[in-house]
Each structure stands twice: as C-alpha cells, then as structure tokens.
C-alpha cells in the first residue's frame, strides 16, 4: 500500500505533536480509504503545596499542608485528599492528576518536628530533716521557671512539698516535671538500760521503726535480736531517707546460786 499524509509525507507512520492530520491509503488496486485525527497537547498545571502555619514546630504540633486544585491527589505519606495533617519530621509531596489525565508532581516540602527538653527531677525522694537537696533540671542555657517562679537551672529544696519545673529552650519547645521531696526524722531506736539475766535466760532487744532497715553488730538484719549470752549489743537503724539511729546495751549473766543441803 501507498500512503500520503497531510503533511505531505509518504511514510506508514508519522510522528504528530499538536494539530489535525489525515492520511489517504492506496492499495495495488487503485482502491483508498482516508481518515483524519485531531491531537489536543494539554500544559500540564504546576502543582503546589501550602501550609497553614509553619513548617517547624515543637514535637507533639502539627501542620496541614494543601495542594493545589486536581481531581485526584495522591501523597507520598498515603494520603489521597487535597489536605494532609501531618506532625513528623520528613519531606511530603504531592502527586496530583488534573481533568485532562495529566499527572504532575509537586517540589516537596520539608516538615521538622523539633525534640522537646529532656527533664527528669529525678524519683520522689526521702530527705533527713535538717538536710537539704538539690534539684537539677539540666538544659544548661534553656530558660526555667519552678513553682516559685525562680528561674535558676537548680533548686534547693529545703521542706517537704511538691516541686515543679518548665524548661523552654532555644526552639521556644518546653517540657516539664514534678518532684515530691519527703522529709523524715531520724530513728529513735532504745535498746533500754543496761541490764543483768539469770544464766540460762534471754533477753529480746526491739529495735522499733517497723519498716527501716536494721544491722546488729552481728550483722543480723531483723527487727528484734535474741541475745543469750553476755555482751554488748548494739543495732543501726536506717529509714528511706538513709537517716540513722544508734543505740546499745549492755547485758550480763548471772549465775544462778548453787545451794547444797548437806
């Protein structure tokens, strides 16, 4: 077959752009037939994206980044609305598809969550009266504010109570943490008075302040210690504030009296 093409070329195929073009096919027989075509080139739209605030906030904010007008939106996070909510730290964009079928992709926009000030006063604590700690709320350089409106990086606390902190850094991110200090009296521990047994007898020492922590001066770690033998006896008493208490006794045996009838 021969062919002839409106644009006056003879080959079987042609390469269009934009515009109308036919072609006329002849067979060995003289017989033609004709046909025509209209090739519409459609700009493709540049796709946009905007946000509502901006692109760099504290970790726990968040953004809604918008693209440009389409039919369909697909984003590289999954979404497939106009709109996206985004709160992590990456780079988001957009592939958009208009009403002509053109798809185009939009320059993607970087979103930065900023990390919050790490703040940690530490567990509630157990101070000894008349004693004092020191609370830390680390970030050297960020700005303070404790329950009493100081705003040192470090806090004596001085009485029981609960203690507070906001930290903002430089990024203007903040974070906070609380503190219950407890302050406890030292163990009253009392063994008694020295005192004297018959041999055979035991003495039972108490060393009170159910819940501390003990030591004998034979490292037993009871409440109460047997003594059977004479001797110095003597416990330490810790509580949860490692606050002491010391005490001792003496103990001595008496033989019992021997008596002969003949």
């Known amino acids: 077959s021969s062919y002839l093409w409106s644009t ?36 493709v739209q540049q796709v946009t994206i905007s946000a509502d605030d901006t692109t760099t906030f504290c970790l726990g904010g968040s953004v809604t980044l918008t693209s440009s007008p389409a039919v369909s939106y697909s984003w590289n996070n999954g979404g497939t609305s106009s709109s996206i909510t985004v709160s992590l730290s990456a780079s988001y964009f957009v592939t958009d598809i208009d009403s002509n079928g053109c798809s185009s992709v939009s320059t993607p926009i970087v979103v930065t969550a900023l990390a919050l000030p790490v703040v940690n006063l530490g567990s509630d604590a157990f101070v000894c009266l008349g004693d004092s700690i020191i609370l830390d709320a680390g970030n050297a350089g960020s700005a303070f504010a404790w329950q009493d409106a100081s705003a040192n990086q470090t806090f004596t606390a001085l009485s029981a109570g609960t203690y507070s902190v906001n930290v903002t850094d430089a990024n203007s991110c903040s974070s906070s943490d609380t503190i219950v200090v407890n302050y406890l009296s030292f163990p009253v521990v009392s ?42 006896f003597s416990v330490t008493v810790t509580n949860a504030a490692g606050c002491t208490g010391v005490d001792s006794i003496a103990i001595a045996i008496n033989n019992s009296p021997v008596i002969l009838l003949g």
Do not use: H, R
């Not at 070329?9 to 033609?32: E, H, L, M, R």
């Not at 060393?207 to 109460?224: C, E, I, P, R, V």
């Open 8 to 43: 006056t070329s003879t080959a079987q195929s042609i390469s269009a752009d934009s515009g109308a073009f036919s072609v006329i096919a002849s067979d060995s027989y003289g017989c033609s037939v004709s046909d025509s075509i209209t090739i519409d080139n459609y700009i």
């Open 191 to 232: 063994l008694g008075n020295d005192t004297a047994v018959c041999a055979g007898n035991n003495v039972l020492l108490d060393a009170g302040n159910a819940g501390d922590s003990y030591l004998w001066q034979n490292n037993s770690t009871s409440m109460t210690y047997s003594a059977t033998t004479a001797g110095i």
